[in-house]
């Protein structure tokens, strides 16, 4: 089993930055894939990005793909979005979560979730 706790959540101008990161347990946290998704209110939830097991294939929505990057550390059971040229409709807020399988855009592969943080990025 894994538990996920999301930090580095806040308010940020249009333009800013802001890095996540999600804290994992577990022996077995290298070989999940992990991904970060996000909920505005009244949307569904929608991905953002996923990493392979092994750090080596990463995968992004066409709505972040140039602004944001994940990352993982196995060694530190964690994983870090960084977010750059933020816009307003990126205020969501984000989770991430753990796949024992190959990574995947659908959150109904992922068997484990964080509790999320909050994004909100002011005009």
């Known amino acids: 089993q894994v538990q996920l706790v999301e930090s580095g959540g806040g308010l940020v101008q249009a333009g800013g930055s802001l890095r996540l990161s999600c804290a994992a347990s577990?022996?077995?946290?290298?070989?999940?894939?992990m991904g970060w998704f996000r909920q505005a209110p009244g949307k569904e939830r929608e991905f953002v990005a996923a990493?392979?097991?092994?750090?080596?294939?990463?995968y992004y929505a066409d709505s972040v793909k140039g602004r944001f990057t994940m990352s993982r550390d196995n060694a530190k059971n964690t994983v870090t979005l960084q977010m750059n040229s933020l816009k307003p409709e990126d205020t969501a807020v984000y989770y991430c979560?753990?796949?024992?399988?190959?990574?995947?855009?659908?959150?109904?592969?992922?068997?484990?979730w964080g509790q999320g943080t909050q994004v909100t990025v002011s005009s």
């Open positions: 990493i392979s097991w092994s750090g080596g294939s990463t």
């Open positions: 979560a753990a796949d024992s399988r190959y990574f995947s855009v659908s959150p109904d592969e992922y068997d484990y």
């Open positions: 577990g022996r077995t946290f290298s070989s999940y894939a």
